[in-house]
Each structure stands twice: as structure tokens, then as C-alpha cells.
């Protein structure tokens, strides 16, 4: 019973990682939904090493890759260099960002990027938890991570000038 | 930026933002930030990046969960309530009957034979077989037909479709427990395809269809994209095992599908 209710507990999150995930309610519903119901099919198999819901973030995660895989929505692929900077899109740098360019750009980061940037941002996991969850070392977490925070820049009109921080493959003058 | 103090990297900035670093170190880290106004910038920008993503999606963990997803619970916990009500030997009975059924096949072995190279009809397989698994394998709502809940009458009508008695191994040993199973359309007419998934939600599929080979086939391997399957064909049906998951992984328990299967 207590598994059932940890699963419970931890629907209000999966919904909001899979709505960050895959925009469209309906379909994030059904990811938490097959998620819920491997759970709940294999919780006698369940030994509890670890918090239930890290397992349940595997298998949604797991579950989004497969759909994924099938699937692949525009926006894979979109390299960096090839985002073009929309200078209308300047916003004042002390205000917040404009939340409808945020959730475009969003969709329009590669799956892994996006995948590691809701899991450390939205779910407030740390480094070692997201790399865990995401079955990704911890250099592939922050190397996404760096990825997705500079391509959600320039989606937002934000990109870098002359403020490009030194790192590896990202070097500027 | 004229400072003799190194400009921060990625990755220090990136286990700052995180809130990764002890306390002394975080401090040490904010005396750098401010000779360092780029990564400052930068700092700011992402809090700003993450404040948005927060203020986008937040609030839907403090929506009412729709009511098809706390049913799954609901039944559950059903189910699990009138498990412990019934009478303990029901459970064990099923045990007992589901292992008898699995002994014929047991104390039969692998034996390596001779690796050919696969003939026209293996390789239609392989790519049935992949084709099969990767339309059903995403599927949310139907992944299988019949589910393994009713394991006599997959049985009994998997072994009709397909005119030879059939019956899915077990994968236990490997964590992949039985989902059921579905027909699908093969070369030779219909084929069975049975669904496996372990706890973290991977699955593979059992692929049977009823197209025999003389002389029997060696294991054979064909990967297409991501997914890997490992392939055999005996006197009277062909064998496919397929996933995503490691190649080891996927041999072991097509090596499990082939000792259960003979």
C-alpha cells in the first residue's frame, strides 16, 4: 500500500515534467498515464532501493525516448550556429523573459537538451540526480545543459555578444 | 575584464546555478562573480531562463490530477485489498502451474552451431520482426492485444493463429516480465508477437512467426537505427528477440527465449 501511495504522491510532478516535455496536455496525460500503469504492474517488483519517485521519472523518461524515437518532432537537429538571431526579439535585460519565447524555444531545443534542462530547472534535481535519472554521465549533463541554456538564449532573443564565457568547444574572442 | 583571477568556465558557473557546491566554495564562487561581470551576466540570464521555465510549467502540479490517472491507483489499491482477503493458497497454486508450464523446454541447452550468412527469408524476418516491434513498442494504450492476465487464452489462441503450439518463455531471470501479446502479419501468414518490460519501463519483443527452416538456423543479428534484434529459425517456426537494450542484454535473453522455446 505505502508504494501506492508514494506513487500517488508523485503524480503532480510527472504531469508537470511531461506537460514541459511534450507541450500538449492530452499527450502529456497519456505519458503519465502509461507511466502510472508500468508502475503500478511492477510495484511488487519494486525493492526500494531509492525513492519512488526517481523510478517513476526513469520510466516516464524511458517511455518519452520511445515515443520519441518513433516520432522525432521538429526541431531535432537544430544547431546552434544555425539559429538565426531575430534583433526585434532584444528584450531589456533586467526584465523577465517573454514566457510564450520560452516555451517556443523550448520546443525547439533537441530532446536530450530539453530532457536535462526541465529535469535540473523545472524539478529542481541536482547534478548527480539528473545524470541518475537521465542514465547519462555527469560531463553529458552539463554539456547539455550548456547547450540548451545558450541555444535558449538566442531563441530568446538574448544571444551572447562579447559576454561568451570560456569553455570547452565554446571559445570566442 | 582585466583580473588576475582565471574567468569562470561552464561548468563551475553551471554546479553554482545547480546550488551543488558547499557552502565555503559557493561563497568563493560569489566573490569571483563579481570580477567577473560575462559570467555574471550569464548567472543572471539563466536564473532568468529558469524562472520563466518555472513560471510556465509550475503550475500545473497544482492542478487537479485528472481522474483517469488516480483511478490507476484506485484499482490498485483495490485489487491489492481483496489480494490480501483471498486465501493465500490461490496465489501459489498459480505459481505451481505457471512454473509446470514452463519445465518442458528446461534441461535443453544452446549449442553453438555454424554461422551462415542469413538467407533471403532471414532477413525478411529480421525486418518484420523489427518493424513489428517498433510500431507496438510505443504504443501507450494497446501495447499488447491480449495482456499476460490471461495467459491460457493467449496461449490457446496464439497456438490456433499460428497451427503449432506455442507458449511465451520467461524472462524473469533478466527483469522483463510478460506484458501479453499481439498477431501480426508475417511472410507465411500470422505471427505472434509477445511483449516484455522490465521495471524502468524498457520493453522487448518475442517475435514468432510460422516459417520454418532445413537445416535450422544459428543465432543471427540484424540492427536497424537504435533497435537490435537477434534472430534464429528452427524446423517449423523463426524466432526473433528485439529491444533497444544493451546487445548483451538482448543475447542473453534470446539465449533464455532459445533454451525455453526447443
Request: negative net charge.
Amino acid at each position: 500500500m505505502r508504494v501506492l501511495d508514494e506513487i500517488e504522491s508523485a503524480i503532480p510532478a510527472l504531469r508537470r515534467y511531461a506537460r514541459a516535455l511534450m507541450r500538449d496536455r492530452d499527450r502529456a496525460d497519456d505519458l503519465v498515464q502509461d507511466c502510472l500503469e508500468r508502475a503500478v504492474a511492477n510495484r511488487h517488483l519494486w525493492r526500494g532501493d531509492g525513492p519512488v519517485q526517481a523510478w517513476l521519472f526513469r520510466i516516464l523518461i524511458n517511455r518519452y525516448r520511445d515515443l520519441h524515437r518513433r516520432d522525432p518532432a521538429p526541431g531535432h537537429l537544430v544547431a546552434i550556429e544555425d539559429l538565426a538571431v531575430e534583433p526585434v526579439q532584444f528584450g531589456d535585460p533586467e526584465s523577465g523573459l517573454a514566457l510564450r519565447e520560452v516555451r517556443d524555444a523550448m520546443a525547439r531545443l533537441p530532446v536530450d537538451q530539453r530532457e536535462a534542462l526541465l529535469i535540473v530547472a523545472l524539478e529542481g534535481k541536482t547534478l548527480e540526480e539528473a545524470a541518475g535519472l537521465l542514465e547519462i554521465p555527469k560531463g553529458t549533463l552539463m554539456s547539455r545543459l550548456a547547450r540548451a541554456r545558450a541555444t535558449l538564449r538566442v531563441l530568446t532573443g538574448r544571444g551572447p555578444g562579447a559576454d561568451v564565457l570560456p569553455g570547452p568547444g565554446r571559445e570566442r574572442k | 575584464m582585466m583580473t588576475e583571477k582565471p574567468a569562470l568556465t561552464e561548468a563551475e558557473l553551471l554546479t553554482y546555478a545547480a546550488g551543488a557546491l558547499p557552502p565555503e566554495e559557493a561563497a568563493a564562487m560569489k566573490a569571483r562573480l563579481v570580477d567577473d561581470p560575462a559570467a555574471s551576466a550569464t548567472l543572471a540570464e539563466w536564473q532568468l531562463q529558469d524562472a520563466a521555465i518555472r513560471d510556465l510549467y509550475g503550475p500545473v502540479a497544482e492542478e487537479p490530477v485528472p481522474d483517469r490517472l488516480t483511478a490507476i491507483i484506485r484499482r490498485a489499491k483495490a485489487g491489492d485489498a481483496a489480494e490480501q482477503a483471498r486465501p493465500k493458497q490461490g496465489r501459489f497454486a498459480l505459481i505451481a502451474a505457471t512454473c509446470a508450464a514452463l519445465a518442458f523446454g528446461a534441461g535443453t541447452g544452446w549449442f553453438a552451431r555454424d554461422l551462415a550468412t542469413p538467407s533471403a527469408g532471414a532477413q525478411t524476418l529480421a525486418s518484420n520482426a523489427i518493424r513489428a516491434y517498433e510500431t507496438f513498442v510505443v504504443e501507450v494504450a494497446h501495447p499488447v492485444e491480449v495482456s499476460a492476465s490471461e495467459a491460457e487464452h493467449l496461449n490457446t489462441w496464439m497456438s490456433k493463429r499460428l497451427g503449432h503450439e506455442i507458449r511465451p518463455p520467461d524472462f524473469a531471470a533478466a527483469g522483463f516480465s510478460l506484458m501479453g501479446g499481439r498477431i501480426v502479419p508475417s511472410a507465411e501468414g500470422a505471427a505472434a508477437l509477445y511483449m516484455y518490460e522490465d521495471p524502468q519501463g524498457q520493453r522487448i519483443t518475442l517475435y514468432i512467426a510460422p516459417e520454418g527452416a532445413s537445416p535450422e538456423t544459428a543465432f543471427q543479428f540484424a540492427q536497424q537505427g537504435e533497435t537490435q534484434s537477434f534472430y534464429w529459425m528452427d524446423r517449423d517456426l523463426s524466432y526473433a528477440v528485439t529491444g533497444t537494450v544493451p546487445r548483451e542484454m538482448l543475447r542473453q535473453i534470446a539465449l533464455a527465449a532459445y533454451d525455453q522455446l526447443i
